[in-house]
């Protein structure tokens, strides 16, 4: 079966613009979660999404926003770039809504450079 | 959310069993162990999960005591593609739930 999709995988911006990054979670999934991986920090958590709601969120600033759609489709937006937000984007999904950290599969990616 | 701790950093020769443990000393009971796997530019990849005792599948083995304040993974006879990060994470299989992923361990297999 497909695996989780990212689009795009390379993505480069300029301060002060905005992006939008797209996970298709495997057929049948329905949770979505976001992580963002830096060299300095590590992989940090952002936002789940489940049915369409955002059921947890980790501690970034209102500028990192997401939202998942009736398909489970899940995109998320970032608001204002800046140099610091250079990161690899990773979208994770999970097939049991009681389960959010019961066998994540995660997609291979945006790498975003913001310049 | 339990904090886990693990190596920084280890290094082993192909063909040898490689160990690696996770200390969770304020893992709950509802906290299940999980390990993953994560190569350069990829997302992390799902090895092992468990509760207690031990779990074994086609790609690793996760011993976890009686106490469960910690848990080793194990991973057979490496070759040099397992050269990766794994990261040790806690937490309930019920809910939402924030996954956090601590540093991980960096593992080097060498020819």
């Known amino acids: 079966k497909a695996g989780v999709t990212q689009t795009p995988r390379y993505l480069i911006k300029t301060r002060g613009q905005q992006v939008t990054l797209s996970c298709s979670p495997i057929?049948?999934?329905?949770?979505v979660s976001w992580y963002q991986q830096t060299p300095g920090q590590g992989l940090q958590f952002l936002f789940e999404?489940?049915?369409?709601?955002?059921?947890n969120k980790g501690n970034f600033p209102g500028r990192f926003s997401g939202r998942q759609f009736s398909n489970s489709r899940s995109e998320m937006n970032v608001s204002t770039l800046e140099l610091g937000d250079s990161a690899l984007y990773l979208c994770?999904?999970?097939?049991?809504?009681?389960?959010?950290?019961?066998?994540?599969?995660f997609g291979s990616g945006t790498r975003l450079t913001v310049v | 959310l339990a904090k886990t701790t693990q190596p920084i950093s280890m290094d082993s020769y192909e063909g040898q069993e490689v160990n690696i443990t996770c200390s969770h000393n304020?893992?709950?009971?509802?906290?299940?162990i999980t390990w993953y796997q994560q190569f350069p530019s990829q997302g992390p990849r799902f090895i092992i999960q468990g509760y207690k005792t031990k779990v074994t599948n086609e790609v690793a083995s996760l011993f976890i005591p009686a106490d469960r304040k910690s848990s080793t993974l194990s991973l057979p006879r490496v070759s040099l593609s397992d050269t990766a990060v794994y990261y040790c994470l806690v937490g309930e299989r019920k809910g939402g739930f924030k996954t956090i992923f601590g540093a991980g361990t960096r593992l080097f297999v060498k020819a």
């Open positions: 999404y489940f049915s369409e709601t955002q059921r």
């Open positions: 304020n893992i709950a009971t509802n906290d299940y």
């Open positions: 994770a999904s999970s097939s049991d809504r009681t389960s959010a950290n019961y066998g994540y599969t």
């Open positions: 057929s049948g999934h329905r949770s």
